[in-house]
């Protein structure tokens, strides 16, 4: 799992919300390419063009606000023309309609983003790392070391499946991983796989 590149197709008035929604999945080793920024960056519809077509999957975000988006409705209809999978994550079964109408997806709670991350990083293990029921697909996030002179890279590898990993963030369990130069330790939330705190350290 390295390499991969997932296409967000969202509302405008929706780019806040989908930003918080992926803001953890950005940390690990695959592209995120969300519509809006892609455009407000700078960069044309042309090139927009260009991440959609050499994504392996596509991740629709459905709300009320995205309903009669042009913009959606052709990046799902292009995906799909091309053999691209589309994700949908939707707030309501009647947003999900035409050739997603069927598609499993991932059900938006605005009152539960945890709960709304969790479920979306469940569906992107199975979609990017299809190994089988009883495989655990090894995804890691790498980051640099935040102590001060350290700076070293340390990876938290996710060996255990979503199941566990939920259990754990109800059961107030937090991931960790040491730093091997600083042994700075830094701690995550299992369900969003969200920085929580570093403590320690040379």
Same mark, same amino acid.
């Given at each position: 799992?390295?390499?991969?590149?997932?296409?967000?197709?969202?509302?405008?008035?929706?780019?806040?919300?989908?930003?918080?929604?992926?803001?953890?999945?950005? +940390?690990?080793?695959?592209?995120?390419?969300?519509?809006?920024?892609?455009?407000?960056?700078?960069?044309?519809?042309?090139?927009?063009?260009?991440?959609?077509?050499?994504?392996?999957?596509?991740?629709?975000?459905?709300?009320?606000?995205?309903?009669?988006? /042009?913009?959606? +409705?052709?990046?799902?209809?292009?995906?799909?023309?091309?053999?691209?999978?589309?994700?949908?994550?939707?707030?309501?079964?009647?947003?999900?309609?035409?050739?997603?109408?069927?598609?499993?997806?991932?059900?938006?709670?605005?009152?539960?983003?945890?709960?709304?991350?969790?479920?979306?990083? $469940?569906?992107?293990?199975?979609?990017?790392?299809?190994?089988?029921?009883?495989?655990?697909? +090894?995804?890691?996030?790498?980051?640099?070391?935040?102590?001060?002179? $350290?700076?070293?890279?340390?990876?938290?590898?996710?060996?255990?499946?979503?199941? /566990?990993?939920? /259990?754990?963030?109800?059961?107030?369990?937090?991931?960790?991983?040491? $730093?091997?130069?600083?042994?700075?330790?830094?701690?995550?939330?299992?369900?969003?796989?969200?920085?929580?705190?570093?403590?320690?350290?040379?």
């Amino acid at each position: 799992m390295t390499g991969e590149q997932i296409f967000v197709s969202h509302a405008p008035a929706d780019l806040e919300l989908v930003q918080e929604l992926f803001s953890t999945v950005k +940390n690990f080793p695959f592209g995120v390419h969300i519509a809006l920024e892609e455009v407000e960056s700078g960069r044309s519809r042309k090139r927009l063009e260009g991440r959609l077509a050499n994504s392996d999957l596509v991740v629709a975000v459905l709300t009320t606000q995205s309903a009669e988006s /042009k913009w959606i +409705n052709q990046e799902i209809g292009y995906a799909l023309a091309k053999g691209i999978p589309v994700l949908p994550l939707y707030e309501s079964d009647d947003l999900r309609g035409g050739f997603v109408a069927d598609s499993e997806g991932v059900t938006l709670d605005r009152e539960n983003l945890s709960f709304t991350v969790f479920n979306l990083l $469940c569906r992107l293990r199975a979609e990017l790392a299809p190994l089988g029921a009883l495989s655990v697909p +090894n995804w890691y996030i790498r980051f640099p070391c935040t102590l001060a002179d $350290c700076g070293h890279p340390v990876t938290l590898e996710l060996e255990e499946g979503q199941t /566990k990993l939920w /259990k754990r963030h109800t059961h107030g369990q937090l991931l960790d991983v040491n $730093c091997e130069v600083c042994e700075s330790t830094y701690y995550f939330d299992p369900a969003t796989i969200g920085f929580v705190r570093r403590e320690g350290g040379l």
